[in-house]
């Protein structure tokens, strides 16, 4: 389990360090926000990622990808978390490209994977449904119809369902659960944009009805080793993003308190607080290695990827929560205030904590897994 970069690894993260502080900075999200975007993502920056490889980053060469694994998509989440880049990265290169590298046909493959590594196309999956993570408790049923199948149910937290061409549903079969490919615009597709209080965006999605043919199923009537996979990605990639920003709001809050002066000096010569930065610091090296062993892990087809990730999933949470909130608390009460950053910093925290599963859940999983 690989835990240092090789070097094309090292010339990847360089070079999306200078491209994301360049085309996707924090600014960048403030103008977003602060125009109410309709879509919550520049769509022009999307097409620039796509022409540097980053949106094929985990397709094959032979559907138009980089193949450079997810260890590598780690480094690209990591850069998009020090700058709280909005972008369809995981939604559809990563959790879309998953299900259909994973599940889907052929003919589906081909289809779909060269559109996502150009950056034609915006796929987003559908797949919790209450207000925390559950994909054991997925509801949205597919019943057969026809030549093809009936879909009902209600999704939430859909990352970029409202902007994406095309939607893929997690659904019970008979057989189990499986992938469909729907188009948004379909009759009984109700789809309601959720603006986040990180200012990225979501949606909640509702099915009554809707009618879909025998080609939308992605794969077989029973992809739960698929969704086993997605869902280590995804947690995987999220937790390397929460290392970004966990990372960044703590190179901020030490830069600030080497500035911020009281009775004189400034605070950071102060012995408590530099107990607080070296605890946090010695932590976030310890999430380094959780998201490089889990990712790499991923890579390499180890049976117990999905553990993995699922633990690095859970460190991350709460060490980036940690950062953010002792960064608010160093910076003192402007902290709280819209004109710095670090509250920006709390709030994707909080959101990416949730996502996938928060570290609550992942413990949980562990201890079940373990018969703990």
Same mark, same amino acid.
């Given at each position: 389990?690989?835990?240092?970069?090789?070097?094309?690894?090292?010339?990847?993260?360089?070079?999306?360090?200078?491209?994301?502080?360049?085309?996707?900075?924090?600014?960048?999200?403030?103008?977003?926000?602060?125009?109410?975007?309709?879509?919550?993502?520049?769509?022009?920056?999307?097409?620039?990622?796509?022409?540097?490889?980053?949106?094929?980053?985990?397709?094959?060469?032979?559907?138009?990808?980089?193949?450079?694994?997810?260890?590598?998509?780690?480094?690209?989440?990591?850069?998009?978390?020090?700058?709280?880049?909005?972008?369809?990265?995981?939604?559809?290169?990563?959790?879309?490209?998953?299900?259909?590298?994973?599940?889907?046909?052929?003919?589906?493959?081909?289809?779909?994977?060269?559109?996502?590594?150009?950056?034609?196309?915006?796929?987003?999956?559908?797949?919790?449904?209450?207000?925390?993570?559950?994909?054991?408790?997925?509801?949205?049923?597919?019943?057969?119809?026809?030549?093809?199948?009936?879909?009902?149910?209600?999704?939430?937290?859909?990352?970029?369902?409202?902007?994406?061409?095309?939607?893929?549903?997690? $659904?019970?079969?008979?057989?189990?659960? =499986?992938?469909?490919?729907?188009?948004?615009? +379909? @009759?009984?597709? &109700?789809? /309601?944009?959720?603006?986040?209080?990180?200012?990225?965006?979501?949606?909640?999605?509702?099915?009554?009805?809707?009618?879909?043919?025998?080609?939308?199923?992605?794969?077989?009537?029973?992809?739960?080793?698929?969704?086993?996979?997605?869902?280590?990605?995804?947690?995987?990639?999220?937790?390397?993003?929460?290392?970004?920003?966990?990372?960044?709001?703590?190179?901020?809050?030490?830069?600030?308190?080497?500035?911020?002066?009281?009775?004189?000096?400034?605070?950071?010569?102060?012995?408590?607080?530099?107990?607080?930065?070296?605890?946090?610091?010695?932590?976030?090296?310890?999430?380094?290695?959780?998201?490089?062993?889990?990712?790499?892990?991923?890579?390499?087809?180890?049976?117990? $990827?999905?553990?993995?990730?699922?633990? =690095?999933?859970?460190?991350?949470?709460?060490? +980036? @929560?940690?950062? &953010?909130? /002792?960064?608010?608390?160093?910076?003192?009460?402007?902290?709280?205030?819209?004109?710095?950053?670090?509250?920006?910093?709390?709030?994707?925290?909080?959101?990416?904590?949730?996502?996938?599963?928060?570290?609550?859940?992942?413990?949980?999983?562990?201890?079940?897994?373990?018969?703990?």
């Amino acid at each position: 389990m690989a835990l240092v970069l090789n070097e094309d690894e090292v010339m990847l993260r360089d070079t999306a360090e200078g491209f994301f502080a360049t085309k996707a900075p924090i600014k960048a999200l403030r103008t977003l926000r602060d125009t109410n975007d309709e879509t919550g993502f520049d769509r022009t920056l999307w097409s620039e990622m796509a022409d540097m490889g980053f949106a094929g980053i985990a397709i094959g060469e032979d559907h138009g990808g980089v193949d450079m694994g997810f260890q590598a998509a780690g480094l690209l989440a990591e850069q998009m978390g020090r700058n709280l880049t909005a972008s369809p990265f995981l939604s559809t290169a990563i959790l879309a490209a998953t299900v259909l590298r994973e599940a889907g046909s052929d003919d589906q493959k081909n289809t779909w994977l060269p559109k996502i590594a150009a950056g034609e196309t915006i796929m987003a999956v559908a797949l919790d449904e209450g207000p925390k993570h559950n994909p054991a408790g997925i509801e949205t049923t597919a019943v057969k119809s026809g030549n093809g199948f009936k879909l009902n149910g209600s999704k939430a937290m859909v990352i970029d369902g409202h902007a994406a061409d095309t939607l893929i549903v997690a $659904a019970k079969t008979n057989d189990g659960l =499986a992938f469909f490919l729907v188009d948004p615009k +379909a @009759k009984g597709v &109700a789809i /309601e944009r959720t603006i986040m209080v990180d200012a990225h965006n979501a949606a909640r999605i509702d099915l009554d009805d809707v009618e879909v043919d025998g080609d939308a199923l992605i794969g077989e009537t029973n992809s739960e080793d698929a969704l086993r996979k997605v869902l280590a990605a995804g947690r995987g990639v999220v937790a390397a993003e929460l290392l970004g920003a966990g990372g960044e709001a703590f190179r901020t809050t030490v830069e600030y308190i080497k500035e911020r002066k009281q009775f004189g000096v400034p605070v950071g010569s102060f012995q408590a607080l530099q107990h607080r930065s070296s605890h946090l610091y010695t932590e976030l090296e310890i999430s380094r290695s959780a998201v490089l062993g889990a990712l790499s892990a991923l890579d390499a087809g180890d049976p117990k $990827a999905d553990r993995y990730c699922s633990m =690095a999933k859970s460190k991350l949470g709460d060490v +980036a @929560k940690l950062a &953010a909130l /002792e960064g608010v608390q160093m910076f003192g009460g402007v902290g709280m205030t819209d004109e710095y950053d670090i509250g920006l910093f709390l709030k994707r925290v909080r959101v990416l904590q949730e996502l996938l599963g928060d570290a609550a859940y992942h413990q949980n999983e562990h201890a079940k897994a373990n018969k703990f």
